[in-house]
């Protein structure tokens, strides 16, 4: 993953969070990165995870994004 990469939880808790998708903001560091919600609200949530709770979305036509 790099940064600008959109993303998703790897292993979300419920249906809702199964449909969030996030914005990489930097490069992963020491295990974490920092993600950035993809919303129609003002000011969009930036939250620190562990590098292990996201994974690449695939936005290929075609693709399951």
Known sequence: MKRGDIVKYSRPV???EAGFR???LNEPEKGRVDIKLI???RIKPIETVETEEVEPVD???GGMA
């Open 14 to 16: 419920s249906v809702e």
């Open 22 to 24: 996030f914005i990489l």
């Open 39 to 41: 919303c129609d609200d």
């Open 59 to 61: 936005v290929t036509p």
